[in-house]
Nanobody, 126 residues
Framework: QVQLVESGGGLVRPGGSLRLSCAASGRTFSSYAMGWFRQAPGKEREFVAAINWNGGSTYYAESVKGRFTISRDNAKNTVYLQMNSLKAEDTAVYYC???????????????????WGQGTQVTVSS
């Protein structure tokens, strides 16, 4: 089992940048595929980015492609989401999620994930 704790959210102006971190407990972090999702008020939780166990494969939602980068450091049990060129529509609570998988896959659907963090608020506003 793994516990996930997000950090790094906050208020940023349009065009600015933030880096979110998700720290995982436990010694088997490298066995997990990881993902980032977000949920804006009144909307469903949506996929943002995913990464496989060793960082060799990543996938992004079209809305963030070219602006966001997902990465991981297995030695630090941490997955990151670098967010650049932020827009007002990126405002949401951002969640990291984990699923046991050492087979090289990443997952785009929230239904696959077994573990979730508590979320961190990102607000993009002038």
């Amino acid at each position: 089992q793994v516990q996930l704790v997000e950090s790094g959210g906050g208020l940023v102006r349009p065009g600015g940048s933030l880096r979110l971190s998700c720290a995982a407990s436990g010694r088997t972090f490298s066995s997990y595929a990881m993902g980032w999702f977000r949920q804006a008020p009144g909307k469903e939780r949506e996929f943002v980015a995913a990464i496989n166990w060793n960082g060799g494969s990543t996938y992004y939602a079209e809305s963030v492609k070219g602006r966001f980068t997902i990465s991981r450091d297995n030695a630090k049990n941490t997955v990151y989401l670098q967010m650049n060129s932020l827009k007002a529509e990126d405002t949401a609570v951002y969640y990291c999620a984990g699923k046991i998988d050492s087979g090289g896959r990443y997952y785009r659907s929230r239904m696959w994930y077994d573990y979730w963090g508590q979320g961190t608020q990102v607000t993009v506003s002038s």
